[in-house]
């Protein structure tokens, strides 16, 4: 039996994307695979409702891509193809977790997203001003989905949260 952890087609509490941070400096290969991404999580819903946070300064960037992964049945060979879903550049807040929760005050929440790659089906909201903003993807139907980060420059270490929504 497999032990993923299936997201509900309902609002619910919110968890961690990855159960580490990523400290990824580029995006992970996407395309036509034999294996399943390790890190990919059954989507049972239309849309993913993400929360970007990470370790860092204020002002500090990273980039987020969500990528769909769907199997091809090829004559008793089961392949995956991965693909984009929706890419977003991320800027940290001033607003951080707190002590004994869930995320801790050595992380800050994004309050300034931008979509760089997505479908308008998207929605992006950026609120700035150390309000935490969030994005909504259109999942596309895909079987899975894997979260995948690019911190390239001086954010340490990158996460987020996630849940399903109904639009």
Do not use: H
């Amino acid at each position: 039996m497999s032990q993923e952890t299936t997201l509900q087609d309902s609002s619910g509490p919110l968890r961690k994307a990855l159960s580490s941070d990523s400290a990824a400096s580029s995006f992970a290969s996407i395309g036509l695979t034999t294996t399943k991404p390790s890190t990919a999580i059954p989507r049972n819903g239309k849309f993913l409702f993400v929360v970007p946070y990470g370790a860092g300064a204020e002002n500090d960037t990273f980039d987020m891509r969500v990528n769909g992964v769907w199997r091809i049945d090829n004559a008793g060979t089961t392949e995956y193809v991965v693909q984009p879903l929706a890419q977003i550049a991320v800027t940290l807040s001033a607003t951080t977790g707190s002590a004994l929760r869930a995320i801790t005050a050595s992380y800050r929440f994004a309050d300034t997203l931008s979509s760089t790659f997505g479908s308008t089906s998207n929605i992006i909201v950026s609120p700035g001003s150390d309000v935490t903003g969030y994005a909504l993807i259109d999942l596309k139907g895909c079987e899975w989905f894997v979260l995948d980060f690019d911190l390239g420059g001086t954010t340490t270490a990158a996460n987020a949260l996630i849940g399903s929504a109904q639009l």
